[in-house]
């Protein structure tokens, strides 16, 4: 976990405990959390207090709510939310499962674990907290798949069963949440997601497609296709759901036909490969990638004509030869153009 040291030192005689999966991580021995969650009284006043010691940058994470966000060496960050109710115990009420419900205190002493987290921690059982906590954030039926996925653990009877019952709250959700959770599942949490009812009213399925390549875009691609347009993706995202959805299969192997395929599906050539089942083709595409020529036989302006639409289609045509292995030098280029324009 992330040295408490300087947090302790801010919150000298106040109560102050890590919360979630910082706590959770520390006691499954994995890799010490990047983001710290503490739940005080003082989000703000504590916020300051440890950028004016040791932070980068501080802001509020949520205005409404009252937490703050203090950036630490530009990658590590600490997050300040009030204690919701009257004590830690009622803040951890509140919580989506019991390995996400104990608090360690900032200034040391015993974890605070009134709901056996740490038991089912150990047991890699996932419980809801309470009956409500998908009414409470929908986001949390994603989150469940998530953790399953990502730590190994397995949703108990009652989780599972109130998931399946309130799967549909999920499009409640705000649309950038269920994006970033979405993208963190593998195959088999997509699966997993399928099965629990979920993927279904984001307008997604499970397609046969889904292991043909092992990237986050691409999964999120074959699952949802146009309905991903749905979510807030990034432009980039949505160029390359484009580019897979209009990719059609490469004539053959050769350097001209592959030339062709990645001159429509770069710098997605290989996903698109996947995509329209022609993976047996990868290596074509890469040998095509290593031998790219670093710079073109002719450039626009070396044509002797105007500029237009024509310069584009002449430049192509002298780069689709040269990837056929018909012309080699910049004269032959320069013949090429002069025949194509007879």
Not at 15 to 39: F, I, Q, S, T
Not at 181 to 203: K, M, V
Not at 316 to 328: V, Y
Request: charged fraction near 30%; charge should be negative.
């Amino acid at each position: 976990m992330l040295s408490l040291d300087v947090i302790a030192e801010v919150f000298a005689g106040e109560d102050a405990w890590v919360v979630g999966g910082a706590v959770r991580d520390d006691l499954l021995g994995r890799r010490p959390a990047l983001d710290v969650d503490v739940a005080c009284r003082e989000p703000e006043r504590a916020a300051r207090a440890l950028l004016a010691r040791a932070g980068d940058a501080v802001f509020p994470l949520n205005e409404e709510f009252g937490a703050w966000r203090v950036v630490l060496d530009r990658s590590r960050t600490v997050d300040f939310s009030p204690i919701r109710g009257g004590s830690i115990e009622d803040d951890l009420a509140g919580r989506d499962f019991t390995v996400n419900a104990i608090a360690r205190p900032v200034a040391g002493g015993e974890d605070v674990d009134p709901f056996g987290g740490r038991d089912d921690a150990a047991r890699s059982v996932l419980r809801t907290v309470s009956a409500d906590v998908f009414d409470h954030d929908p986001l949390r039926l994603l989150r469940g798949v998530r953790l399953e996925d990502e730590l190994g653990f397995r949703l108990d009877l009652h989780a599972e069963e109130l998931t399946r019952a309130k799967a549909g709250l999920i499009t409640l959700a705000a649309g950038e949440r269920i994006l970033e959770e979405l993208r963190r599942l593998s195959a088999d949490g997509i699966e997993r997601a399928a099965e629990l009812g979920l993927l279904e009213p984001l307008g997604g399925r499970v397609d046969l497609r889904l292991r043909a390549f092992d990237s986050p875009w691409f999964r999120l691609s074959v699952t949802f296709g146009e309905s991903l347009k749905r979510l807030p993706i990034p432009g980039d995202l949505r160029r390359f759901v484009d580019i897979l959805a209009r990719a059609q299969p490469p004539d053959d192997g050769s350097p001209r036909a592959i030339h062709r395929f990645r001159r429509v599906t770069e710098p997605f050539a290989l996903e698109a490969l996947a995509y329209v089942g022609a993976s047996e083709l990868a290596g074509a595409v890469e040998q095509a990638r290593a031998g790219q020529p670093a710079e073109p036989l002719l450039r626009g302006d070396e044509l002797g004509i105007p500029p237009g639409p024509e310069v584009g289609r002449l430049l192509e045509l002298i780069a689709e030869e040269r990837a056929a292995g018909t012309i080699s030098t910049r004269e032959e280029a320069l013949q090429l153009v002069r025949r194509s324009l007879e």
